[in-house]
């Protein structure tokens, strides 16, 4: 196992240039393609690269979260540059430890034929649980911009009760809202109720919608109708923090004049450079459980 390795980090958004720059910190050499912060200064170490030249020499390839959008191109929101995911893989060998976040089984396939393994950093259970944390934040800043009235004393409902919504209603409660939630898992409202929460079954929702100034939805699966949307007063401001295609009818929501935002990559959005450091610790877990890396590197 080897202390300092060879990166590369193709593509990304502010997160995956924060990681790139905190391995350059740490003594690794690290290219970056398609990933140009303007203002930033140069970091020693890091390394821009005009093309896929030496790729092939990389210990590790990061590519970004999504790795690409809808056109097949790699996702570099900070580039102007339009490089095919197959471009990319075409330019890599087997041997190589490549990593991208949320991998679907077109990216999957992809590496496949050519030979190549990629995992998926974001579905990292550590990743999971560090991202909850500006998840969680970033819905309480939200909350603070669009709301009318101060957090206390709001009434709040969470919708959901995993690493998201656990951390969201705590931070609500620490403020002083009036914080419900809803859940189907039997031990999930019982938790909410040992931690002073108000539990609601979530498939009885009929006396908790109507007084909430606020609802956060985690539960990335249709949780919030037309039935349930009409419950809510219209000054209620409806935030929707779980993965596409979410769980709140957004047409629903807009026809009764109700204010939702579908507040997606929140970690990215609010505290990129935590984002980039969570990045930067689960791709080196991934390293070291895989034998590229000394327990002793990057911390």
């Given at each position: 196992?080897?202390?300092?390795?060879?990166?590369?980090?193709?593509?990304?958004?502010?997160?995956?240039?924060?990681?790139?720059?905190?391995?350059?910190?740490?003594?690794?050499?690290?290219?970056?393609?398609?990933?140009?912060?303007?203002?930033?200064?140069?970091?020693?170490?890091?390394?821009?690269?005009?093309?896929?030249?030496?790729?092939?020499?990389?210990?590790?390839?990061?590519l970004p979260l999504p790795?690409?959008?809808?056109?097949?191109?790699?996702?570099?929101?900070?580039?102007?540059?339009?490089?095919?995911?197959?471009?990319?893989?075409?330019?890599?060998?087997?041997?190589?430890?490549?990593?991208?976040?949320?991998?679907?089984?077109?990216?999957?396939?992809?590496?496949?034929?050519?030979?190549?393994?990629?995992?998926?950093?974001?579905?990292?259970?550590?990743?999971?649980?560090?991202?909850?944390?500006?998840?969680?934040?970033?819905?309480?800043?939200?909350?603070?911009?669009?709301?009318?009235?101060?957090?206390?004393?709001?009434?709040?409902?969470?919708?959901?009760?995993?690493?998201?919504?656990?951390?969201?209603?705590?931070?609500?409660?620490?403020?002083?809202?009036?914080?419900?939630?809803?859940?189907?898992?039997?031990?999930?409202?019982?938790?909410?109720?040992?931690?002073?929460?108000?539990?609601?079954?979530?498939?009885?929702?009929?006396?908790?919608?109507?007084?909430?100034?606020?609802?956060?939805?985690?539960?990335?699966?249709?949780?919030?109708?037309?039935?349930?949307?009409?419950?809510?007063?219209?000054?209620?401001?409806?935030?929707?923090?779980?993965?596409?295609?979410?769980?709140?009818?957004?047409?629903?929501?807009?026809?009764?004049?109700?204010?939702?935002?579908?507040?997606?990559?929140?970690?990215?959005?609010?505290?990129p450079v935590?984002?980039?450091?969570?990045?930067?610790?689960?791709?080196?877990?991934?390293?070291?459980?895989?034998?590229?890396?000394?327990?002793?590197?990057?911390?």
């Amino acid at each position: 196992m080897r202390h300092e390795l060879n990166f590369w980090v193709v593509g990304g958004d502010p997160r995956q240039w924060k990681l790139a720059q905190l391995l350059a910190e740490e003594g690794h050499t690290v290219h970056t393609l398609a990933l140009e912060q303007p203002g930033e200064p140069e970091v020693p170490g890091l390394l821009p690269q005009p093309s896929f030249q030496r790729i092939d020499r990389a210990d590790c390839v990061v590519l970004p979260l999504p790795v690409t959008g809808a056109d097949g191109l790699i996702h570099a929101p900070l580039s102007p540059a339009r490089i095919p995911l197959e471009t990319v893989l075409d330019a890599l060998s087997p041997g190589q430890f490549l990593c991208g976040g949320q991998i679907d089984d077109s990216v999957q396939n992809m590496a496949r034929r050519r030979g190549l393994t990629v995992h998926d950093y974001f579905a990292r259970e550590e990743l999971a649980v560090a991202n909850a944390v500006p998840t969680a934040e970033g819905a309480l800043q939200l909350a603070m911009e669009r709301l009318p009235i101060t957090i206390h004393g709001a009434r709040v409902l969470v919708i959901g009760f995993g690493r998201v919504g656990r951390l969201t209603a705590q931070r609500f409660q620490a403020l002083g809202a009036r914080v419900s939630v809803a859940a189907r898992r039997f031990e999930h409202l019982a938790w909410a109720q040992a931690l002073g929460l108000q539990p609601e079954p979530l498939d009885q929702l009929e006396e908790a919608l109507p007084p909430c100034d606020l609802v956060v939805n985690t539960v990335p699966a249709p949780v919030l109708g037309r039935v349930e949307l009409a419950l809510l007063k219209t000054d209620c401001l409806v935030l929707d923090l779980a993965s596409k295609p979410g769980g709140v009818d957004q047409q629903a929501a807009a026809a009764l004049g109700l204010e939702t935002v579908h507040a997606l990559a929140l970690p990215g959005k609010v505290a990129p450079v935590t984002a980039g450091a969570i990045l930067r610790d689960t791709i080196c877990n991934m390293l070291r459980e895989a034998g590229f890396l000394s327990r002793r590197a990057s911390g």
